[in-house]
T-cell receptor, first 116, second 116 residues
Framework: DGGITQSPKYLFRKEGQNVTLSCEQNLNHDAMYWYRQDPGQGLRLIYYSQIVNDFQKGDIAEGYSVSREKKESFPLTVTSAQKNPTAFYLC???????????????FGPGTRLTVL | AQKVTQAQTEISVVEKEDVTLDCVYETRDTTYYLFWYKQPPSGELVFLIRRNSFDEQNEISGRYSWNFQKSTSSFNFTITASQVVDSAVYFCALEPVLRDLGRLYFGRGTQLTVWP
């Protein structure tokens, strides 16, 4: 089945440790995105990538890093520099249209990260 | 600046009631897309609708309908004859095509609870 997978569903880490969240898609989408969601908040964009080997910072990139070595994969690393990393992280992907911008973003199931 | 406001934080209704979720947006772009997503308790965002700024026709899909009014910068969502399965957080989002290609700006969401 085509879709976006994020693993693991729940992740626990000790304070000060880096942690990498996985996001894989087999939809052949060009663009991929990482969002953070806090209770009672909308989604805030961390990083996005519209093509392999290229990515841009979103609104809250500090303390996070990403890579886009393959079209299907866009892992997010939450570093120890992120002051409040406990949150729900959602990955999304979309087609990038040549004339009409990006197509609809489709989301993965999310990873709930808790830093102890 | 791009902004989406969902003034209703929480709404509770009894099954079979109709309910309208409000969404007001701000953008200077003349070309943009508007979206609604549903987030059930499982956490994954489910795409509901995408509407471009040049199409003001209302849309109906089963029990769901959307009212887009550029004059008031609103894109409201109505659920007719609500059901318990409609209980979720609903997000409205804006994609300004010209200035911020591919970026979605989300409102804070409306938690809808439908009681049996």
């Amino acid at each position: 089945d085509g879709g976006i997978t994020q693993s693991p569903k729940y992740l626990f880490r000790k304070e000060g440790q880096n942690v990498t969240l996985s996001c894989e898609q087999n939809l052949n989408h060009d663009a991929m995105y990482w969002y953070r969601q806090d209770p009672g908040q909308g989604l805030r964009l961390i990083y996005y990538s519209q093509i392999v080997n290229d990515f841009q910072k979103g609104d809250i990139a500090e303390g996070y890093s990403v890579s886009r070595e393959k079209k299907e994969s866009f892992p997010l690393t939450v570093t120890s520099a992120q002051k409040n990393p406990t949150a729900f992280y959602l990955c999304a992907s979309s087609i990038v249209g040549r004339t009409s911008g990006t197509d609809t973003q489709y989301f993965g199931p999310g990873t709930r990260l808790t830093v102890l | 600046a791009q902004k989406v406001t969902q003034a209703q934080t929480e709404i509770s209704v009894v099954e079979k009631e109709d309910v309208t979720l409000d969404c007001v947006y701000e953008t200077r772009d003349t070309t943009y897309y508007l979206f609604w997503y549903k987030q059930p308790p499982s956490g994954e965002l489910v795409f509901l609708i995408r509407r471009n700024s040049f199409d003001e026709q209302n849309e109906i899909s089963g029990r769901y309908s959307w009212n887009f009014q550029k004059s008031t910068s609103s894109f409201n969502f109505t659920i007719t004859a609500s059901q318990v399965v409609d209980s979720a957080v609903y997000f409205c989002a804006l994609e300004p095509v010209l200035r911020d290609l591919g970026r979605l700006y989300f409102g804070r969401g409306t938690q809808l609870t439908v009681w049996p």
